[in-house]
């Protein structure tokens, strides 16, 4: 009996990161603070009602792995504080998709978690958010204050990080397929997928 519960609680927490019901949880406070002074933050943030009913996953690339940041529903931001210097972030939902970012200490960075089609379903992609660039990805837009104020700023919980536990292998199989693709990109696409050090806040 109680393998047949948690057989259920596993299957529930997958199809809970692929719908739009999320296992994340709210964070109890909504303000976003200012990273400390010796780490960088980025504020992920997802708005939009193209692929609304399909969750993306985050994580961080590193030498030992993938690190599981979390994973957002539409209408959702999750902040993530790491070390200055150079990241490497994932989005993960039928294929995945990357950013490089340049960080600088005391500073904090966004970037949109933007939908696409893919052969099934939303695929994801980043859009850096440039500080008082051009373009609507910018702290000067006009889109810019509705994206920070109207979206849920989100914490994991037991089931986001359950879910990431048990889709780790998936995960890592589509980083395999997909980040070779992202690296022969030519250096300007790149570029424009990447946060710089000067978009910090």
């Known amino acids: 009996m109680f393998r047949c ?3 259920l609680f596993v299957f529930s927490s997958i199809w809970l990161a692929a719908c739009a019901g999320s296992p994340m949880v709210t964070s109890t406070n909504q ?3 200012a990273p400390d002074p010796s780490k960088a933050q980025v504020v992920f943030m997802r708005s939009s009602f193209v692929g609304s009913a399909i969750n993306a996953s985050l994580f961080e690339v590193t030498e030992n792995g993938n690190e599981f940041i979390g994973i957002m529903a539409n209408g959702t931001k999750v902040s993530r504080e790491v070390e200055p210097g150079e990241h490497t972030f994932m989005v993960v939902s039928e294929a995945a998709d990357f950013m490089r970012a340049d960080l600088e200490a005391g500073k904090t960075y ?3 978690v933007t939908p696409r089609m893919g052969a ?3 695929r994801f992609s980043f859009q850096p958010v440039r500080k008082d660039g051009e373009g609507k990805f910018s702290t000067a837009s006009d889109e810019f204050g509705g994206w920070v104020t109207g979206t849920k700023l989100v914490e994991n919980s037991q089931q986001s990080i359950l879910w990431a536990e048990n889709n780790a292998a998936s995960v890592n199989k ?3 397929a997909y980040y070779t693709k992202w690296q022969a990109k030519d250096a300007e696409e790149q570029e424009r997928q990447s946060l710089k050090a000067t978009d910090g806040i």
Do not use: C, E, R, S
Request: glycine content about 0%.
């Open 5 to 7: 519960f948690k057989l």
């Open 31 to 33: 303000t976003l603070t």
């Open 110 to 112: 966004y970037a949109m």
């Open 120 to 122: 099934w379903k939303a």
């Open 174 to 176: 589509k980083k395999d």
